[in-house]
T-cell receptor, first 117, second 113 residues
Framework: GAGVSQSPRYKVAKRGQDVALRCDPI?????LFWYQQALGQGPEFLTY????????KSGLPSDRFFAERPEGSVSTLKIQRTQQEDSAVYLC???????????????FGSGTQLSVL | GDSVTQMEGPVTLSEEAFLTINCTYT??????LFWYVQYPGEGLQLLLK?????DKGSNKGFEATYRKETTSFHLEKGSVQVSDSAVYFC????????????FGKGTRLHILP
């Protein structure tokens, strides 16, 4: 596609429910990032993939959060047993390059807004 | 750890006014600095960047200069337009392996016609 696509656009979950958020990066992009953006805050790093390899997951807030990119293209962020504090916009970004200074050409999706009731 | 602090909003200006959004950073190394913009209903977009001290990034009439001595990267525009209304994020990347970007909290800008 023309840009980074995320689905669903909005997700409402009951506390304790599992959710899965999808990211379709730009075709051929090597690097993929997930960010969490709480209301009124800046995006905070969650995890990074280079192709199918998850090179950094230091930002995942708990073991309830899990991300995968099995074929090096589409990525899924899964949150188990959702809590109210998980409510946020989850942003995905991708970049063509897989090496130093990928951030210069980072393309963001519009995000998935997760509300946990 | 590395961090970014930017002025809180919202900032409300009249069209054609001069804009400054302050941003300061803390970093152990030599970061690259960025301004990202988020228009309503759209994804984050890179507005401008600077990769070393004294560099000036510019785009769409916006400018920001990388000031190492004051650890600042203030965003300026001489004459704002209604279409500039958006949320602006100052950010840095420390250039490590995965180049994760650290964002400020964002400043919402409203331009009145």
């Amino acid at each position: 596609g023309a840009g980074v696509s995320q689905s669903p656009r909005y997700k409402v979950a009951k506390r304790g429910q599992d959710v899965a958020l999808r990211c379709d990066p730009i075709s051929g992009h090597v690097s993929l990032f997930w960010y969490q953006q709480a209301l009124g805050q800046g995006p905070e790093f969650l995890t990074y993939f280079q192709n199918e390899a998850q090179l950094d997951k230091s930002g995942l807030p708990s073991d309830r959060f899990f991300a995968e990119r099995p074929e090096g293209s589409v990525s899924t962020l899964k949150i188990q047993r959702t809590q109210q504090e998980d409510s946020a916009v989850y942003l995905c970004a991708s970049s063509l390059e897989g090496t130093y200074a990928t951030n210069e050409k980072l393309f963001f999706g519009s995000g998935t807004q997760l509300s946990v009731l | 750890g590395d961090s970014v602090t930017q002025m809180e909003g919202p900032v409300t200006l009249s069209e054609e006014a001069f804009l400054t959004i302050n941003c300061t950073y803390t970093a152990t190394g030599y970061p690259s600095l960025f301004w990202y913009v988020q228009y309503p209903g759209e994804g984050l977009q890179l507005l401008l960047k600077a990769t070393k001290a004294d560099d000036k990034g510019s785009n769409k009439g916006f400018e920001a200069t990388y000031r190492k001595e004051t650890t600042s990267f203030h965003l300026e525009k001489g004459s704002v337009q209604v279409s500039d209304s958006a949320v602006y994020f100052c950010a840095l990347s420390d250039g490590n392996r995965d180049d994760k970007i650290i964002f400020g909290k964002g400043t919402r800008l409203h331009i009145l016609p």
